[in-house]
């Protein structure tokens, strides 16, 4: 799984990088919002990690705003999971009410942060398969339609014939 981190602390960065790659996935690290919205849109990114506080121009709340915003123009479902120290329960439930899919609290708990990614890389993969299932169907729904077209336009044919 390609996986963003978006994060100003390198010690929180370095660790999630070490974790994720022991799992087998793939990582882009940014310090900030704006080069991880940048690294979002140039990259093929299957999940994101972002602090919730993570600069003065663009919160990690803004972050899951704009990425939930990509998504949903291209028909792409890409989980949001909001690393946090911050206890304000309303300020948490603002940011998942702006994209985020899940939390984790810092300090993260290793084993539960690896579950967590094991659970959202099961979601993600049901949900590219209902996708191309669905991408079957459509396909097979404009083959039949095609067909029927052709069938109609050859009795027409014969009947002029």
Known sequence: MN???IDDDTVVCNLLEEILRYEGHRTVVTRDGPSGLHEFQ???IEL???DVAIGFTM???DVARRIKQLTMNHHRFVPIVLLTAMTDDIQLADCMDQGGDDLIMKPFNRNLLEAKLRAW???INRFEMQRIELQQSHDMQQDS???LLSS???AALRSHG
Do not use: H, W
Request: hydrophobic share 45%; net charge negative.
């Open 145 to 147: 339609t095609a067909t």
């Open 42 to 44: 140039t990259r093929e």
């Open 48 to 50: 994101v990690l972002v």
């Open 152 to 154: 109609e336009e050859m």
């Open 3 to 5: 996986v963003l981190i």
């Open 59 to 61: 919160d990690g709340c």
């Open 121 to 123: 890389e099961r979601v």
